[in-house]
């Protein structure tokens, strides 16, 4: 059974106060952040595929970490980042990463937002409302990840 979603701590979190990471040397610090924290029980969702029951690995959160940089950085093709968003900088325990290729109005205002592309999380992921669906390129590439 499905914890309400005014009770998930998942929930709480994801509706959170979040820090925008807006330039490219301050991901690049994040992702050091994290690489330091890789014991920590880093959970590793894709938006619309179903969250994960386990942690990740160091070897995964890094190959996420190499993957997602990459991506960010070919398909939002900016001098600036804008759409990584913490709940604290230094010491990040929910990250939001929006996927480039649908974007829609995750920088303004909206009734209904899109759903970040992917979360890291040292809380267990509940699964997410399917506000957007989640472009199925996106699914490939994920999948590709994390096989089987």
């Known amino acids: 059974?499905?914890?309400?979603?005014?009770?998930?701590?998942?929930?709480?979190?994801?509706?959170?106060?979040?820090?925008?990471?807006?330039?490219?040397?301050?991901?690049?610090?994040?992702?050091?952040?994290?690489?330091?924290?890789?014991?920590?029980?880093?959970?590793?969702?894709?938006v619309g595929e179903p969250p994960p029951g386990e942690p990740a690995s160091k070897a995964q959160?890094?190959?996420f970490i190499?993957?997602?940089?990459?991506?960010?950085?070919?398909?939002h093709d900016e001098d600036y980042c804008g759409i990584v968003y913490v709940d604290d900088p230094k010491s990040p325990s929910f990250i939001k990463i929006f996927d480039p290729d649908n974007l829609g109005v995750s920088c303004g205002f909206s009734e209904a937002?899109?759903?970040?592309?992917?979360?890291?999380?040292?809380?267990?992921?509940?699964?997410?409302?399917?506000?957007?669906?989640?472009?199925?390129?996106?699914?490939?590439w994920w999948r590709s990840l994390f096989p089987g």
Do not use: C, H
Request: charged share 25%; aromatic share 10%.
């Open 113 to 140: 937002p899109p759903l970040p592309g992917w979360i890291l999380s040292r809380i267990p992921p509940s699964d997410l409302p399917a506000a957007l669906p989640q472009p199925g390129k996106r699914r490939r």
């Open 66 to 75: 190499q993957e997602i940089d990459a991506l960010l950085r070919k398909e």
């Open 61 to 63: 959160l890094e190959n």
């Open 1 to 46: 059974m499905q914890t309400p979603p005014d009770t998930d701590p998942f929930v709480a979190a994801f509706r959170g106060s979040f820090a925008g990471i807006l330039r490219w040397p301050q991901l690049d610090a994040l992702w050091e952040t994290l690489r330091q924290q890789a014991d920590d029980g880093w959970y590793i969702y894709a």
